[in-house]
């Protein structure tokens, strides 16, 4: 990110590769990828204002062994001179099947519950108590998905909504577009901008586009930038077309 100039961002928000042996993964040591986290976090550090907030959607991964990724990210974030602030838990029980993993069905013998969440830890580069915005004026729908958020559940460290459909975004790993656009919400104003240094498929983007921010992304698939940069012309041609209609009304 070195074309980025010192606090020049006001919030990076991701959701790093697993590392699970998924189609864009390296399959990289658990070393490796922790390095891997360090050297981007800590370039991300680098371009946050003073008051900029960090944003790491993670989950769990392994069963032999299990590898609590949530835990390693907090003690890097902790390292380089974050602070951490909180961790919401989302919970996409929405769109899970209703598949079991027990590994031995009925048996006690190797009992292994079904992952159905996923962490997002809030840090900052300041140890001062975050501003939070007031959130009005949400967005029904972003490409085809309905986004509904109450006050409520955003007042909480628990969000449920669905996840993203491979399939259906053509990424073996989506980022489901609401949670990037709740946390653009919650911790940035109109115009600000929006860092991915894990752009993948462009969800990121095409949340801030949804808030009116704007937005930076880095991804080294050029399959993906391709995906990225498709997605998003298809929501701006989208947006574009349904403006036409309005003021077709209109007149």
Known sequence: MSDLPDGSIKLMVTSPPYNVTKDYDENLTLKEYLNLLINVFSEVYRVLTDSGICAVNIANVGRKPYIPLDCYVIQILYNIGYSVHQEIIWNKAASAGSSCAWGSWKSASNPSLRDVHE?????????????????????????????????????????????????????????????????????????????????????????????????????????????????????????????????????
């Open 119 to 251: 962490y997002i830890i809030i840090a900052s580069k300041s140890d001062e108590e975050l501003e939070i915005n007031e959130i009005n004026d949400i967005s029904l729908k972003v490409e085809s998905k309905s986004i509904v958020i109450s006050d409520n559940e955003l007042c909480q460290n628990i969000w449920t909504f669905g996840a993203e459909s491979a399939r259906t975004v053509n990424h073996p790993a989506p980022f489901r577009v609401e949670l990037p656009y709740r946390i653009i919400r919650l911790f940035t104003d109109i115009d600000d901008i929006v860092l991915d240094p894990f752009m993948g498929s462009g969800s990121t983007a095409i949340a801030s586009l949804a808030a009116k921010r704007k937005y930076i992304g880095y991804e080294i698939n050029i399959e993906y930038v391709e995906l990225a940069n498709r997605r998003i012309n298809q929501y701006l041609h989208g947006k574009m077309k349904k403006k036409n209609e309005n003021e077709k009304r209109k007149n």
